[in-house]
């Protein structure tokens, strides 16, 4: 089984799940990085980012050179953003057709949950088998290495249901 993690994470939380859950499927990774990035600093970062989500905006990202046709498993994993995923992702699911794959997501959110975030998802990927989906509270900062287990173990109960 050929597996690609494909993530994006303003402050490294989504990151460091991503990382975690490739530590057990030693499959590629992608980070989605927008050529434009938003400051990570104080407020700023809730009105730029909130912006994005209300307006749907699509931010130019740097060039990804995966070829998603190759995998079997594709995991997506974004910030909870105004309850939704993040901005980058509009970009990165128009510009890349994903169908009959089988697909799992994540998010990393602030102890709002996920909102709509895997809804959405699901909406724009409907030609694809869901594996899972699974929630982290702000990873870094809360139970760091209950959370490292936590996305372990959700990931190899993924790959057992191959
Ligand atoms: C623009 C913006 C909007 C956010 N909106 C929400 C939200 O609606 N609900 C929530 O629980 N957390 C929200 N958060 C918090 C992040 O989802 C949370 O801190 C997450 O762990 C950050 O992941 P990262 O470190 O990978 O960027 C928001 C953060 C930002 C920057």
């Given at each position: 089984m050929k597996s690609l993690i494909i993530f994006y994470s303003l402050e490294g939380d989504t990151k460091f799940i991503a990382n975690s859950i490739n530590e057990e499927l030693e499959g590629d990774i992608v980070e989605l990085i927008p050529v434009k990035q938003i400051p990570t600093t104080g407020f700023k970062k809730f009105l730029w980012g909130g912006k994005q989500v209300m307006f749907k905006e699509k931010p130019e990202l740097q060039p990804i050179s995966a070829?998603?046709?190759?995998?079997?498993l594709i995991v997506l994993g974004t910030p909870v953003w105004a309850s939704r995923f993040a901005p980058v992702f509009n970009t990165f699911l128009e510009n890349n057709n994903i169908s009959n794959k089988k697909i799992a997501l994540f998010c990393c959110h602030g102890?709002?949950?996920?909102?709509k975030t895997f809804s959405d998802f699901k909406e724009k990927l409907k030609d694809n088998q869901f594996l899972g989906e699974i929630a982290f509270e702000d990873p870094l900062k809360k139970d760091k290495e209950g959370n490292l287990l936590k996305a372990k173990e959700w990931i190899k109960s993924i790959r057992q249901s191959f």
């Open positions: 070829d998603l046709s190759q995998y079997d102890g709002g949950k996920e909102g």
